[in-house]
Structure formats: structure tokens, C-alpha cells
T-cell receptor, first 113, second 114 residues
Framework: AQSVTQLGSHVSVSEGALVLLRCNYSSSVPPYLFWYVQYPNQGLQLLLKYTTGATLVKGINGFEAEFKKSETSFHLTKPSAHMSDAAEYFCAVSEPGGFKTIFGAGTRLFVKA | DTAVSQTPKYLVTQMGNDKSIKCEQNLGHDTMYWYKQDSKKFLKIMFSYNNKELIINETVPNRFSPKSPDKAHLNLHINSLELGDSAVYFC?????????????FGQGTRLTVV
């Protein structure tokens, strides 16, 4: 069965600092992986996704993530945090051919001025 | 134009009532979903429909009944509402299954049962 673990329910960084949000997954087959962002009182929107091919994936707003099969990880990074990055971030996994996406518990990112 | 729209955005109702949430997508997608987000932000899939056919029903109580009149609509009807049903409900859609493309989410419906 698939599962997703996001380490740290809350992460706080200073504006301009590196953002690192951790995600580990479990899947019986090579997974498809996603990061979504949720701003207050809004739905989720896709930041980036990994399906096949290049393991370093670039997304919107300067975010990127690297798929590491040996570590079963898909951590999200951004070199320099901006105040507008403050939001809830969800890592998610889908199995090829399935109709279900499993979401992690979410990590709330705080950005300090 | 809103890609995935849900109505209403807020819903406050008493225990025991029956209520519906409507969802429409104008993206031409084949697959639609209902997710429940609890107070701790945990997102759990409830139902998945592909071409109007129910694909996934994640052990949701029978009081919840989805209906898909056509590929662009997936409504959620809830009977005999309970306090524990209070949550934010999200409708989403994707082209084919979620393994190929991302899901597009609606703004959510915040349901409060009192």
C-alpha cells in the first residue's frame, strides 16, 4: 500500500533563507510524486510533479524537488524564501494505473521577515 | 473562468439535516474526485469517478452519496448530518487518472454541523 510521510508539521524560515520540506514515500511500484500548495481558504494547486525521466523536477515559484529512489524521498526546496511562500504544502503519491492519490499530512511553512 | 467550481462555499446546518454540495469542471476532464480535509488539514479521498462511473469508494458511510449526471459534474449528497461531518470538502478533477496528470481542485466547501 502507498503512504506518504512529511517530516515536520511546521517549518519556520527567515525571508531569503533556504526552504527544505521533507517527504518520504512508500510504494510497491515506481510511483508518481507531487507537491501541492494550499493558501489559506483556497484549494490545492500543483507546484511540481515527477512521473518519469529526470529526477530533478522544477516547478512554479522557484521550487524544485529531487526524486531519490534509494532514499524513497522527494524533498521540496527553494533557495530563497519569500513572504508569499507562507502556506500549507502537501506531498502526494499515485501509483501508475491507479485512480487514487495519497496525500501526506501537510507541512505548514512560516516565513519570518 | 473557474476551472473547478463548488457551491456553496460555506454551509452551516443542524445535525440530522440532509445537504448537497455541487461541483462542476469546465476542463473536459474524465475523472472527478471528492476529498475531505479535517481540522488538522489531513486530506482523505472519499470518491473517485471516471467517465461517470464510480471507481473508488473509500469506506465512506452510506450517508454520503455521490452523483455524476455527466462527466462535468460530480455532486455530493449527505444524509442525516453528524457533528463529525464538519470539515472542508474539496472537489477535484484530472485528465485520465491521477497517475498521469495533476488534479485541479475547487475552492472547497466548509461544512459546519451544529
Amino acid at each position: 500500500a502507498q503512504s506518504v510521510t512529511q517530516l515536520g508539521s511546521h517549518v519556520s524560515v527567515s525571508e531569503g533563507a533556504l526552504v527544505l520540506l521533507r517527504c518520504n514515500y512508500s510504494s510497491s511500484v515506481p510511483p508518481y510524486l507531487f507537491w501541492y500548495v494550499q493558501y489559506p481558504n483556497q484549494g490545492l494547486q500543483l507546484l511540481l510533479k515527477y512521473t518519469t525521466g529526470a529526477t530533478l523536477v522544477k516547478g512554479i515559484n522557484g521550487f524544485e524537488a529531487e526524486f531519490k529512489k534509494s532514499e524513497t524521498s522527494f524533498h521540496l526546496t527553494k533557495p530563497s524564501a519569500h513572504m508569499s511562500d507562507a502556506a500549507e504544502y502537501f506531498c502526494a503519491v499515485s501509483e501508475p494505473g491507479g485512480f487514487k492519490t495519497i496525500f501526506g499530512a501537510g507541512t505548514r511553512l512560516f516565513v519570518k521577515a | 473562468d473557474t476551472a473547478v467550481s463548488q457551491t456553496p462555499k460555506y454551509l452551516v446546518t443542524q445535525m440530522g439535516n440532509d445537504k448537497s454540495i455541487k461541483c462542476e469542471q469546465n476542463l473536459g476532464h474524465d475523472t472527478m474526485y471528492w476529498y475531505k480535509q479535517d481540522s488538522k488539514k489531513f486530506l482523505k479521498i472519499m470518491f473517485s469517478y471516471n467517465n461517470k462511473e464510480l471507481i473508488i469508494n473509500e469506506t465512506v458511510p452510506n450517508r454520503f452519496s455521490p452523483k455524476s449526471p455527466d462527466k462535468a459534474h460530480l455532486n455530493l449528497h449527505i444524509n442525516s448530518l453528524e457533528l463529525g461531518d464538519s470539515a472542508v470538502y474539496f472537489c477535484a478533477s484530472s485528465q485520465e487518472g491521477p497517475w498521469r496528470t495533476e488534479a485541479f481542485f475547487g475552492q472547497g466547501t466548509r461544512l459546519t454541523v451544529v
